[in-house]
């Protein structure tokens, strides 16, 4: 059978409704085998008949349905590739993208992770590691000495830094103490990053105060050998006591979506940080540099020792996010831009990673929005007194979180691409700002399980600490054998129950289209010669240095 004959019987077989889901499977596979070999005899009517197969809403029905729709999508993402520059390129990207908008489950996830996997050139600068060895042992006043800081009083404590103000200059010392899982490296690389951004290589139109790091007796990295303060219920530091020390802005602790009445952002300041956050991520992306947490997400974080992914949450795959509220506490971005340069990675890999990487930091955003409500009322969280589930739907303002939704999607989307994104979202926000209300509002998933397996793990030290930890008090703990029998505890709330699906998928599918269209416009990008922008003038008019 000549290549014109095979096409256009695979195409027939899509098109008529007589073929079974086998058969149209193995004509998706003979046109995805021509695309890859002979792209040059396909033509419209191919594209059109692969995105017929991912619109086909009764193939959704066949347990196997995904199957035939990731091969549907990955063939038209071949066609985009295979004809840069041409027109079938075009209508493969515009088949693709209008299926973003109107199909659902399977068919939507495969276009998505089919977008997401276009290949763009990201690649990460290299950063050279320290490999200094003798770490010097310093002395807390010989840190303020080397700052320049005289008289100080003891320093506050916020998580694991020693803080002190240095007067007159609106300026945080910090000293940041190493985690008893982190090597010295791994704080040093902090700092390097520090240096690296701040390099003359970079400029960036937006406010993005970058810590200036301190070098004490010749090393980034040092053992300090008196804490000036007492750090107490911290068995996680390093016993070695391995730090950094940096000076940052005034500012440097605050967070978007603060608590406490003195430092609780208004919705404007709220809105302007996230906006211009967003912007930052996808622009250090765009740039091959990605924060691998700007929050910490997990599934399961009480598997985390004995998980293949650490319990690490995998967004594409849409299971149980676990505690979503505790994770929203002290994010990594704030007023001063993007921060815990620990977590920046230099990008090395395919498009599909770099797709995953930006749906976790959109993820981030958008949760960190929905903690900006339910921190109106800390004190409203868990079940009431009668054992049923906090409803604080109240606290959202619906209109608000629209808005903040899709200028987090616009801003992450330029400052990754490059330029500003042209036409209709194709998702509806209205949707998804209420079910983020009806899940994130109101608490119903609160239990997670301690299993056996993970208990054997723990000593009986441990075993009662992670109680305790949990609002066990001592008499309660005496109940739990170690080891006897799974123990529910309730340390939600959650987005799911234990074990089981996310309880908003919405917000997932939304995660994934938004995706998408990023990897999508800057792949678009690299193949035309129109150079990119910087925020427009409205967003970036009070946010210059």
């Not at 196997?64 to 075009?90: C, H, N, W």
């Amino acid at each position: 059978m000549d290549l014109e004959r095979q096409r256009t019987v695979a195409e027939n077989v899509l098109e008529t409704d007589c073929y079974d889901f086998t058969a149209k499977y193995m004509a998706v596979c003979d046109l995805h085998s021509l695309v890859k070999t002979n792209h040059e005899i396909i033509n419209s009517k191919t594209v059109s008949a692969l995105k017929g197969v991912l619109k086909d809403s009764g193939l959704s029905r066949q347990k196997q349905s995904f199957f035939v729709y990731k091969e549907a999508a990955d063939a038209l993402a071949s066609v985009i590739v295979r004809t840069i520059g041409e027109p079938m390129a075009d209508r493969a990207i515009s088949a693709l993208k209008a299926v973003l908008g109107t199909a659902a489950g399977n068919a939507q996830r495969a276009a998505t992770e089919a977008l997401g996997s276009l290949p763009v050139s990201v690649h990460g600068p290299k950063i050279s590691e320290d490999s200094t060895e003798d770490i010097p042992q310093v002395e807390w006043q010989e840190i303020l000495k080397e700052v320049g800081v005289k008289n100080h009083g003891a320093p506050v404590v916020i998580g694991r830094s020693l803080v002190a103000c240095i007067s007159k200059e609106n300026r945080l010392l910090v000293v940041k103490l190493a985690c008893a899982h982190d090597s010295f490296r791994t704080l040093c690389r902090e700092t390097l990053w520090m240096e690296h951004l701040s390099s003359e290589a970079y400029s960036f139109p937006v406010r993005f105060s970058i810590p200036m790091a301190v070098k004490i007796n010749g090393s980034y990295v040092f053992r300090l050998e008196d804490r000036p303060v007492k750090i107490h219920d911290r068995p996680d530091l390093h016993p070695q006591n391995y730090a950094i020390c940096f000076v940052a802005p005034e500012d440097y602790f605050n967070y978007p979506n603060g608590y406490r009445t003195q430092s609780r952002p208004t919705m404007e300041e709220f809105r302007e940080v996230m906006f211009r956050d967003a912007w930052l991520l996808g622009k250090l992306a765009s740039l091959g540099i990605v924060h691998s947490a700007p929050i910490p997400l997990f599934h399961n974080r009480v598997q985390r020792g004995r998980r293949a992914d650490n319990g690490i949450y995998e967004w594409p795959r849409g299971g149980r996010l676990d505690r979503w509220l505790d994770s929203c506490c002290y994010p990594n971005f704030g007023p001063t831009g993007i921060r815990d340069f620990e977590h920046l990675v230099a990008f090395e890999g395919s498009g599909r990673n770099l797709y995953q990487h930006i749906g976790a930091h959109i993820l981030s955003l958008l949760l960190v929005t929905g903690s900006y409500f339910r921190n109106k009322d800390r004190g409203r969280v868990g079940l009431d007194g009668q054992g049923r589930p906090v409803d604080a739907r109240d606290l959202f303002d619906k209109q608000f979180l629209k808005e903040v939704a899709r200028g987090i999607f616009l801003g992450y989307y330029h400052g990754f691409v490059g330029r500003q994104l042209c036409g209709e979202l194709p998702f509806d926000l209205v949707e998804l700002s209420s079910r983020m209300i009806e899940e994130m509002g109101v608490d119903r998933h609160m239990e997670e399980v301690l299993r056996v397996v993970d208990q054997e793990q723990m000593t009986d030290e441990q075993f009662r600490d992670f109680l305790r930890e949990r609002g066990y008090s001592d008499n309660e703990m005496g109940g739990f054998k170690r080891g006897s029998e799974d123990i529910i505890i309730r340390t939600g709330p959650h987005l799911g129950a234990f074990n089981q699906r996310i309880s908003l998928p919405e917000l997932i599918e939304s995660v994934g289209i938004m995706s998408a269209l990023c990897i999508v416009g800057k792949y678009r990008q690299e193949k035309s010669s129109e150079p990119a922008s910087l925020p427009s003038e409205d967003h970036a008019r009070s946010h210059f240095h």
